[in-house]
């Protein structure tokens, strides 16, 4: 049997054991089986969702929060961590499950601990190549695995009376030994058994055999091409019956959440759409009449009398739960649905014309719970968001659809997509007669904000320009948007390093935000804060500091102490505190900055990459080269990869790097990061700017410093 060839070769020499084959062949079912039948074999089993990075960040997280003894608030770090301490003496065993996307790279999450073994299931086959040895590649079952996978999901032992041995062996056949449809039929026959006077009567494999054969029969009559193979015909078959069995509400709620992602599903985001009345947070233009039988629809399945009624959803899910349609798992007190992919594909083929309905109704839980204010339930949308975007064009979308989605993709750090959302809105808008003025200007500025976040920075002051004359022409001198159109100015200014221009245009709003709003007001609050900001690039550090200590203290009061704004309140305080020598009150801030960024936005969140890189500049400043170096690395890495090599963060990673280089001595290393950059700095922020000058000047610097004079003149005479 196959178990047998798994524990035979697995050895101390093979850590990594990739285990390969298609979906649904019961690659998860033999690693489940392999720790049941061998439970003394590790002390501690890790399991881990692996069809994406934040799938297996979240299970690290989960995991090692469940430890106890200080590990509380660990983050998917410190589970690696503590997957690499090991001791000697003992066996770990790491699970990383379904981890079938090619574009995946494990090799960030694989501790190197040689007492961990670690077992990988993937439908792809070149993960095999992880493997320092030979990996399990499966096909079938055999007959002995595929009956006692059977037997276990039906409740069901040995011995069998001699007709339903014949016809279990025949079913085996039929399902063509395909884990998934085995369990299904199981979990069918168990569902379907009964109980009389204290004695078990099943629902035999010989009546599930028949129904079978019947239904597959009405299943391969079915007319138009199917790409199905003999596995997943029966996969299909199998499900049918199924979803025979489970009421209507139940099938609804099933095809709804198969147009999700298939991992992660959170049923928060139903919760939240429910008490939105699943209406669009933003009206920018009229939806047609017939939106709202998608909305009827979702008040239909997940409401009672239109409110959200939890309870209800709940037996939905537990219905489904009970016949292995969906599994179920919760995090930080969230649930969270989990689909097969087969599953979810035979969810969505089912019927063509009901799942256009049903993928509208995701579209429309999914624009209707994201918000600014959840930040939190932002983070679990996002892969859904994205995987909507895999199958849908965004021409497909209304402009309210795509609006709500760009804003979550940018307060979650996807600046360019977020911007390509906004550019397609501006587009409808301005060739829509329905379209009012002040809307069109909403979306030009929030495509001109996009623009800011990915550094094209003559773009964003061009959209900001307009957005800032036309509101004030239109709303007034003292309307909030127009108010809100000056600060994203004074923004892109600071960023260009205008700072006279800025500390103007930021003064004037903080003098209207403590008239209109009062001292307290959030937007009050965030107006004193950019102007510290700017006071700070002038070098004015007793006035940055007595307003960023002002601004903390309200934060911390009004918003809560993890409030993302409050950590970015710590943060511009530590780094006036830095700028100024107070390296110690700078390093305890940026210490708290970066775990609790890591730890509630997540660790490729730009907020936390920001966070890492000034706790790097303190540790330079404080001469504690290796940590700087360390976390230097780490940003330029991330920046590069997330944000692209033009943007001005990047840029700016690669030169604290460099810094760090210098100070060391290691001026080699010094030259050739900056030369690399300084053309990028020239083309995205201009030779004026005075991070260019700076660059320029510091790349001269090193050139002397390598006796490569020539190359020093040649460099200082782009200050000219």
Known sequence: MMVHHLVSSISPQQRIFPITGMGGCGKTQLVSYFLQQYPNLYTQTVYADASSSSSIKADFQTWARTLGGGHERDAWEDALRTLNNVTQGEQWVLVLDNADDPTLDLVPFLPKNIHVTILITSRNRSLGNLSTTSHLELGEMDADEAMAVILQASRRQLPLSDQEMRDVQNLLKELGYLAVALVQAGTYCFQFSSTAGGVLRPYTFSQYLSLFNLHRAELMKKEGPTSLDSYQRGVYATLDLSYKAVPQESRDFLHLISFFHHTDIPLAAFAEAARNDFEDPDDYLPRPEHHEAIISNLENILCTDTRWNELRVQGLIHTLRSFSLVTASSMDDRMFLQLHPLIQAWSRDMDSMASQLYQAMAIQVLTACGSEENFELNRFLLPHMLDMFSRTEPDHLHVNDLLAYGNVLLQQGQYRRAGNLYEKSLEVMKNSTE??????????????????????????EKLEIEVLEQ?????????????????????????????????????????????????????????????????????????????????????????GMEHPSTILASANLAATYRAQGQQIEAEKLGVEVLEQSRRILGVEHPNTIRASANLAATYHNQGRWTEAERLQMEVLEQTRRILGMEHPHTIHAAVNLAATYGAQGRWEEDAALLASVLPLSLKVLGRRHSHTQNRIRDLAFAYEELGKHLEAEETRALLL
Not at 441 to 453: D, E, I, R
Not at 497 to 511: H, S
């Open 435 to 460: 379209a009012s003025s002040i809307n069109t200007l909403w979306v030009t500025s929030s495509l001109a904000f996009s623009y800011w976040k990915q550094g094209r920075l003559t773009e964003a």
């Open 471 to 559: 509101r004030r022409r239109i709303l007034g001198v003292e309307h909030p948007d127009t108010i809100r159109a000056a600060v994203n100015l004074a923004a892109t200014y600071h960023t260009q390093g205008r700072w006279t221009e800025a500390q103007k245009l930021k003064m004037e709003v903080l003098e209207q935000m403590r008239q209109i709003l009062g001292m307290e007001h959030p937007h009050t609050i965030v107006a004193a804060a950019n102007l510290a900001v700017t006071y700070r690039s002038q070098g004015r550090w007793a006035e940055a500091e007595k307003l960023e200590i002002k601004v903390l203290e309200q934060r911390r009061r009004v918003l």
